[in-house]
């Protein structure tokens, strides 16, 4: 057990302890406390349509699963036999039918995880094996909540509410659905799936890292650059990695905010004004018009954010309509699946670019993220030698403008999401009451 003094000494204002990224105690610890604690992504109820749909995923360490019960809500239930513990539904996505059963015994559960059955329960007789005894049914998770079809859960009775928890984040998927002319989103097909040989931290902290874009994907935005001057123009494919070329100059003016928790948002870096120039956002904006007019879709439209930040879950990104859900699985190993959207209603073509821009920026095969998971790794390798113990979060600190609710940076180079991020996980890991943390001041 790690003290808390020891955990408090390991966050500074302007720095953090390297054992914050490689000691297997504080990821154990952060299971529990962050992980065990927070509001986490589960997925979206388009992924369980009808009775008994279910999706599996896993909540920090802990494996889980939704299921679309009989009565039409959304469970969130530990994926767990309450005979003799056996993981009871497998990998993936499908339909459990009218209840579960379980592979090993055969014990069934109905779809909100109360016990349905055991066979040949003449065995049972003058023992205390009670099916209405809640020791007989699978758990589930403290609390569920959901935002606009987004599925969160919180394994603490305790807490703020989910609406309180997103904070200054939930407008980011407020917009992801009104880009939709009927305000709803869906998944599409599978996930992305990357997996990083890094803690799970230092992703949160290079998606609004834009100190690294040019220097990091110096190789795809000068091949995105040279295509471009070969054929005369620049189109969506080869802009979207352009963009990181950007000089100094230009990623200093831009605004980054810092919520409680360790949430925020980045503005965005492709010129909105091209976007309406250009066809799929014109019968983007013409379809949403016709829908909630003309002034309303502009303001929708025009929200030009780059990556959202909601800690502990992962990066939805509304404008590209993705969600990047980031699940650690070691001190040393995280894996991220990334979730497609299509805003129902749209044109075809939005969903077309949504693909585009994931095939070609974070996909397994892109040219842009192998760069990033690279650093990661020599992140983790660094750290892991005896070379120094602190890692620097000084750019710009104490230069930022506190708000009621968080701050925003005075510069777009800041390193204050960072150290909003390491001021929510040091509340986490401090706090005495579960929920509390979340209220992180930045
Ligand atoms: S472990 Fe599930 S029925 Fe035995
Ligand atoms: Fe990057």
Same mark, same amino acid.
């Given at each position: 057990?790690?003290?808390?003094?020891?955990?408090?000494?390991?966050?500074?204002?302007?720095?953090?302890?390297?054992?914050?990224?490689?000691?297997?105690?504080?990821?154990?610890?952060?299971?529990?406390?962050?992980?065990?604690?927070?509001?986490?992504?589960?997925?979206?109820?388009?992924?369980?349509?009808?009775? /008994?749909?279910?999706?599996?995923?896993?909540?920090?360490?802990?494996?889980?699963?939704?299921?679309?019960?009989?009565?039409?809500?959304?469970?969130?239930?530990?994926?767990? #036999?309450?005979?003799?513990?056996?993981?009871?539904?497998?990998?993936?996505? /499908?339909?459990?039918?009218?209840?579960?059963? #379980?592979?090993?015994?055969?014990?069934?559960?109905?779809?909100?995880?109360?016990?349905?059955?055991?066979?040949?329960?003449? $065995?049972?007789? $003058?023992?205390?094996?009670?099916?209405?005894?809640?020791?007989?049914?699978?758990?589930?998770?403290?609390?569920?909540?959901?935002?606009?079809?987004?599925?969160?859960?919180?394994?603490?009775?305790?807490?703020?509410?989910?609406?309180?928890?997103?904070?200054?984040?939930?407008?980011?998927?407020?917009?992801? #659905?009104?880009?939709?002319?009927? /305000?709803?989103?869906?998944?599409?097909?599978?996930?992305?799936?990357?997996?990083?040989?890094? @803690?799970?931290?230092?992703?949160?902290?290079?998606?609004?890292?834009?100190?690294?874009?040019?220097?990091?994907?110096?190789?795809?935005?000068?091949?995105?650059?040279?295509?471009?001057?070969?054929?005369?123009?620049?189109?969506?494919?080869?802009?979207?990695?352009? $963009? @990181?070329?950007?000089?100094?100059?230009?990623?200093?003016?831009?605004?980054?905010?810092?919520?409680?928790?360790?949430?925020?948002?980045?503005?965005?870096?492709?010129?909105? /004004?091209?976007?309406?120039?250009?066809?799929?956002?014109?019968?983007?904006?013409?379809?949403?018009?016709?829908?909630?007019?003309?002034?309303?879709?502009?303001?929708?439209?025009?929200?030009?954010?780059?990556?959202?930040?909601?800690?502990?879950?992962?990066?939805?990104?509304?404008?590209?309509?993705?969600?990047?859900?980031?699940?650690?699985?070691?001190?040393?190993?995280?894996?991220?699946?990334?979730?497609?959207?299509? #805003?129902?209603?749209?044109?075809?073509?939005?969903?077309?670019?949504?693909?585009?821009?994931? @095939?070609?920026?974070?996909?397994?095969?892109? @040219?842009?993220?192998?760069?990033?998971?690279?650093?990661?790794?020599?992140?983790?390798?660094?750290?892991?030698?005896?070379?120094?113990?602190?890692?620097?979060?000084?750019?710009?600190?104490?230069?930022?403008?506190?708000?009621?609710?968080?701050?925003?940076?005075?510069?777009?180079?800041?390193?204050?999401?960072?150290?909003?991020?390491?001021?929510?996980?040091?509340?986490?890991?401090?706090?005495?009451?579960?929920?509390?943390?979340?209220?992180?001041?930045?």
């Amino acid at each position: 057990m790690i003290a808390d003094d020891e955990l408090a000494a390991l966050v500074r204002p302007d720095s953090v302890n390297k054992r914050v990224y490689t000691d297997p105690a504080i990821f154990a610890l952060e299971m529990e406390r962050i992980y065990g604690r927070a509001w986490i992504y589960v997925g979206h109820d388009s992924q369980v349509p009808n009775t /008994g749909d279910y999706h599996t995923t896993r909540l920090g360490d802990q494996d889980v699963v939704m299921v679309r019960a009989a009565d039409g809500a959304v469970k969130v239930l530990y994926n767990r #036999c309450p005979h003799k513990g056996a993981k009871l539904v497998s990998e993936g996505d /499908g339909c459990a039918g009218k209840f579960f059963r #379980c592979p090993y015994h055969a014990w069934t559960f109905k779809l909100d995880g109360t016990h349905l059955g055991a066979p040949m329960r003449d $065995g049972f007789e $003058g023992t205390a094996y009670d099916p209405t005894n809640p020791q007989f049914s699978m758990a589930p998770v403290a609390r569920v909540d959901s935002y606009r079809g987004f599925v969160f859960a919180s394994q603490s009775a305790e807490g703020p509410s989910l609406r309180d928890f997103l904070g200054g984040v939930a407008s980011s998927i407020d917009n992801l #659905c009104d880009r939709s002319p009927v /305000g709803e989103v869906e998944v599409v097909g599978g996930v992305f799936r990357v997996l990083q040989e890094s @803690n799970w931290k230092v992703f949160y902290e290079n998606l609004h890292d834009t100190m690294h874009a040019r220097v990091t994907h110096e190789s795809s935005f000068r091949a995105a650059r040279d295509e471009a001057a070969a054929i005369g123009e620049m189109p969506f494919e080869l802009l979207i990695q352009d $963009g @990181n070329g950007e000089p100094y100059t230009f990623w200093e003016k831009l605004e980054l905010r810092a919520y409680r928790g360790g949430h925020g948002y980045m503005e965005g870096i492709f010129d909105p /004004g091209a976007a309406t120039r250009d066809p799929v956002a014109r019968a983007h904006f013409e379809c949403l018009s016709e829908a909630v007019g003309e002034e309303r879709a502009r303001e929708v439209l025009g929200m030009n954010r780059h990556n959202t930040i909601l800690y502990g879950s992962g990066s939805p990104h509304n404008v590209f309509q993705q969600f990047r859900v980031i699940r650690p699985l070691a001190v040393d190993r995280t894996l991220i699946e990334i979730q497609l959207f299509r #805003c129902k209603g749209a044109p075809d073509a939005v969903f077309d670019r949504a693909l585009t821009y994931a @095939n070609l920026i974070n996909s397994p095969s892109s @040219n842009v993220m192998p760069d990033d998971v690279e650093l990661y790794r020599r992140c983790q390798q660094g750290n892991n030698t005896r070379g120094g113990e602190w890692v620097s979060l000084h750019r710009y600190a104490g230069t930022d403008r506190m708000l009621p609710d968080g701050a925003v940076s005075t510069n777009g180079t800041s390193e204050l999401p960072m150290r909003n991020q390491f001021a929510a996980w040091r509340e986490y890991m401090l706090a005495d009451v579960p929920g509390e943390a979340a209220h992180a001041a930045a």
